[in-house]
């Protein structure tokens, strides 16, 4: 079964940086997009990023201006820059994927980002 595998998540400092990776594992299809949402405590799981094949990006307000967005068509593969670090950035981030222009229909199993003081 194909799977979207992430990682690069981690501890970092308020301020600070971190990069995000996502490959899938298995045979799939090339994707139409793929991206980041993410899930705080308390919160409901919300979109960060995402990226087209044919380039175009999306950004959360929350996140525009400090994350980027980056994918390998070839590979399939999706990666998450984030700058500058506010403690409301911590969360399970997960990797998305679709194989159209439609809503994510896979899943990544999620990596945890924190953010200390």
């Known amino acids: 079964q194909v799977q979207l595998v992430e990682s690069g998540g981690g501890l970092v400092q308020t301020g600070g940086s971190l990069r995000l990776s996502c490959a899938p594992s298995?045979?799939?299809?090339?994707?139409?997009?793929m991206g980041w949402y993410r899930q705080a405590p308390g919160k409901q799981r919300e979109l960060v990023a995402t990226?087209?094949?044919?380039?175009?990006?999306n950004y959360a307000d929350s996140v525009r201006g400090r994350f980027f967005i980056s994918r390998d068509n070839n590979k399939n593969t999706v990666r998450l820059q984030m700058n500058s670090l506010k403690p409301e950035d911590p969360a399970v981030y997960y990797c998305?994927?679709?194989?159209?222009?439609?809503?994510?229909?896979?899943w990544g199993q999620g990596t945890q980002v924190t953010v200390s003081s």
């Open positions: 298995g045979i799939i299809s090339s994707l139409d997009t």
């Open positions: 990226a087209t094949r044919e380039g175009r990006i």
């Open positions: 998305v994927a679709s194989d159209g222009p439609k809503a994510p229909n896979f």
